[in-house]
T-cell receptor, first 117, second 113 residues
Framework: DQQVKQNSPSLSVQEGRISILNCDYT??????FLWYKKYPAEGPTFLIS?????DKNEDGRFTVFLNKSAKHLSLHIVPSQPGDSAVYFC????????????????FGKGMKLTVNP | DVKVTQSSRYLVKRTGEKVFLECVQD?????MFWYRQDPGLGLRLIYF???????EKGDIPEGYSVSREKKERFSLILESASTNQTSMYLC????????????FGPGTRLTVL
């Protein structure tokens, strides 16, 4: 059962326009959400995160929105640039873990963004 | 800056061989993870470790084992490599439980012939 879903496998946008990447989750225990960007043949790099006490977090061109009632988050990239072309992974983490545990992230399947010049 | 390094970027092995993938992090992180990434399947957790000599199975541990003898080093072992283990393997680490991002290594592209 997929707990974090990125239903669109790919998105293509023009340079300068907005890119909107969507992510849905099913587990109500998730309270921290992250976006990672991955280029081919490289490891994922952290992009932006949001905790469940917020509904928006902004960092430069990147903004993440969280709608807890809908169990939905989205990443907005404005303006999109060709260098943003990559695979984007949405990830979620449950509440703080019990002693002796460790922080597991649950990842979506990823979405390939292509920004055309 | 946190640095997570993996022993090889590309590896080619034969079916039945024993394969070792090594991961080292330099920030004294307690938690380390091994994932594999396959097209259309995203990142799937194989094993993780929250302390030296401690390990827990992830979502797809079959065919793999791990070793963590030192805090900075986490090894993934394929006891008898099979073609369905051809994949991109990614190691990650994080300091402790709480809200923070995992730091990933560059990945090892393993091909099993």
């Amino acid at each position: 059962d997929q707990q974090v879903k990125q239903n669109s496998p790919s998105l293509s946008v023009q340079e300068g326009r907005i890119s909107i990447l969507n992510c849905d989750y099913t587990n109500s225990m998730f309270d921290y959400f992250l976006w990672y960007k991955k280029y081919p043949a490289e490891g994922p790099t952290f992009l932006i995160s949001i905790s469940s006490i917020k509904d928006k977090n902004e960092d430069g061109r990147f903004t993440v929105f969280l709608n807890k009632s809908a169990k939905h988050l989205s990443l907005h990239i404005v303006p999109s640039q060709p260098g943003d072309s990559a695979v984007y992974f949405c990830a979620a983490s449950p509440c703080l873990l019990t002693q002796g545990g460790s922080e597991k992230l649950v990842f979506g399947k990823g979405m390939k963004l292509t920004v055309n010049p | 800056d946190v640095k997570v390094t993996q022993s090889s970027r590309y590896l080619v092995k034969r079916t039945g061989e024993k394969v070792f993938l090594e991961c080292v992090q330099d920030m004294d992180h307690e938690n380390m993870f091994w994932y594999r990434q396959d097209p259309g399947l995203g990142l799937r957790l194989i094993y993780f470790s929250y302390d030296v000599k401690m390990k827990e199975k992830g979502d797809i541990p079959e065919g793999y084992s791990v070793s963590r003898e030192k805090k900075e080093r986490f090894s993934l072992i394929l006891e008898s490599a099979s073609t369905n283990q051809t994949s991109m393997y990614l190691c990650a680490s994080i300091w402790t439980s709480g809200m923070g991002e995992q730091f990933f290594g560059p990945g090892t592209r393993l091909t099993v012939l």
